[in-house]
């Protein structure tokens, strides 16, 4: 519904992070949360390797969030190549579990709701769309091995290949 502030805080807000980090000289790593919208729409495919490209629209104001993780990325790139700023990049795929918000809007929070409140779940759609999901304390885990392990400069997938799914079958 934000668009021009979806897109200005993501990039503003990253920058000013950068900003900071590339004048503290004990920082020993920083990983950037992004998200696997950087790849926009996708051939239905299991596994998406990190060149993959992808295709966003940027025309489409829905792309603004998209767009704009995909700047910061280049930001975190940008620094790193500059001012040596020791930034890895996390592109987290749709996470579930504990600590989600009661009003998250995702398909898989509403259908926890339905069950939980003992209503129907109703699908709005085929339910074809599918994609990867990382429950909370895998994608923590995965942070902590790329805050110690990645190298900076380069983006990596945090998703879970094994629950790879349409909402369908969620």
């Keep these: ?14 920058s000013a992070v950068l900003r ?3 004048g503290n000289r004990k920082l020993k ?3 950037y949360l992004s998200s696997c919208e950087v790849y926009g729409k996708v051939e239905e495919r299991l596994r998406i390797k990190e060149d993959y490209q992808g295709y966003i629209d940027p025309l489409s104001v829905r792309s603004s969030y998209s767009l704009g993780k995909r700047m910061a990325e ?7 190549a500059e001012y040596g700023v020791p930034v890895a990049i996390a592109r ?8 989600i918000s009661a009003e998250d809007g995702r398909v898989f929070a509403q259908f926890a709701r339905s069950v939980v409140e003992g ?3 109703i699908l709005h759609t085929e339910g074809k769309s599918s994609k990867s ?3 909370t304390t895998d994608a923590v885990s ?5 805050l110690f392990k990645a190298e900076p400069g380069r983006a990596y997938n945090v998703a879970n290949e094994d629950s790879y799914c349409s909402i369908r079958k969620i």
Excluded at 1 to 14: F, K, L, Q
């Design 1 to 14: 519904t934000n668009p021009v502030e979806t897109i200005s805080s993501i990039c503003s807000g990253t």
């Design 20 to 22: 900071h980090c590339a």
């Design 29 to 31: 790593k920083m990983v």
């Design 92 to 99: 987290l795929t749709q996470t579930f579990g504990a600590g």
């Design 119 to 121: 209503r129907d779940i």
């Design 133 to 135: 999901y990382i429950y």
């Design 142 to 146: 995965a942070l902590f091995t790329l």
């Design 74 to 80: 280049c930001l975190c790139c940008s620094y790193h």
